[in-house]
């Protein structure tokens, strides 16, 4: 069953503008990840953010969790044309990482 | 991506065909996933595998059987597909089967049955 559900579905944004996805989720969880995936490609880890952290860097990323909201938020800051990608949470169910459907990002130049 | 390989990367294959697709992971890790993905739908987890036992298999039809010869080898052999299995199909790794491990993926096979 899906677990997390990104929103929105696409964002298209100019090089230099920050970018902001959210994650909403259903049930209670220890860990969200965020990931992201280039046309075509596999997934590559971004971020590991735990139920007790509410905030967490990562050069241009920032993630914030609100387990009471039962959602997560990614910003990109500063986009580059490179970051066009989709990106994906998963939350652990059962020891096991559970997929949305994802945020395709455009940035333009 | 890096340290998780899968051959081949794009594969045509027809409804009475057999083929396999391989993944290889070079990070010493326990686990390994097969993932489906298609267009506008959620990543779906097919097989876990750890220390080389399967641990999980997510309702697949049997025209999709997993084999896991060793940690470091992973492989999905196919046949009598249907036209919709084609999809990417993805290979992870992580350290252990642990919702806090972080899973490595390898590029994916692009697979299209006709």
């Known amino acids: 069953s899906q677990q997390g559900e990104e929103d929105p579905q696409a964002l298209s944004i100019q090089e230099g503008e920050n970018a902001t996805m959210n994650c909403s989720y259903k049930t209670s969880i220890n860990n969200l990840q965020w990931y992201r995936q280039n046309s075509g490609r596999g997934l590559v880890h971004l971020i590991l953010i735990r139920s007790n952290e509410r905030e967490k860097h990562s050069g241009r990323l920032r993630v914030t969790l609100d387990t009471s909201k039962k959602s997560s938020s990614l910003l990109i800051t500063a986009s580059r044309a490179a970051d066009t990608a989709s990106y994906f949470c998963?939350?652990?169910?059962?020891?096991?990482?559970?997929f949305g459907k994802g945020t395709k990002l455009t940035v333009n130049p | 991506e890096t340290g998780v390989t899968q051959t081949p990367r794009h594969l045509v294959m027809g409804m009475t065909n057999k083929k396999s697709l391989k993944c290889e992971q070079h990070l010493g890790h326990n686990a390994m996933y097969w993932y489906k993905q298609s267009a506008k739908k959620p990543l779906e987890l097919m097989f876990v595998?750890?220390?080389?036992?399967?641990?999980e298999n997510n309702s697949v039809p049997s025209r999709f059987s997993p084999e896991c010869p060793n940690s470091s080898h992973l492989f999905l052999h196919l046949h009598t597909l249907q036209p919709e299995d084609s999809a990417l199909y993805l290979c992870?790794?992580?350290?252990?089967?642990?919702?806090?491990?972080?899973?490595?993926f390898g590029p994916g096979t692009r697979l299209t049955v006709t």
């Open positions: 595998y750890s220390l080389e036992e399967r641990v």
């Open positions: 998963a939350t652990d169910a059962s020891e096991k990482l559970v």
């Open positions: 992870a790794s992580s350290q252990e089967i642990r919702g806090r491990d972080e899973q490595y």
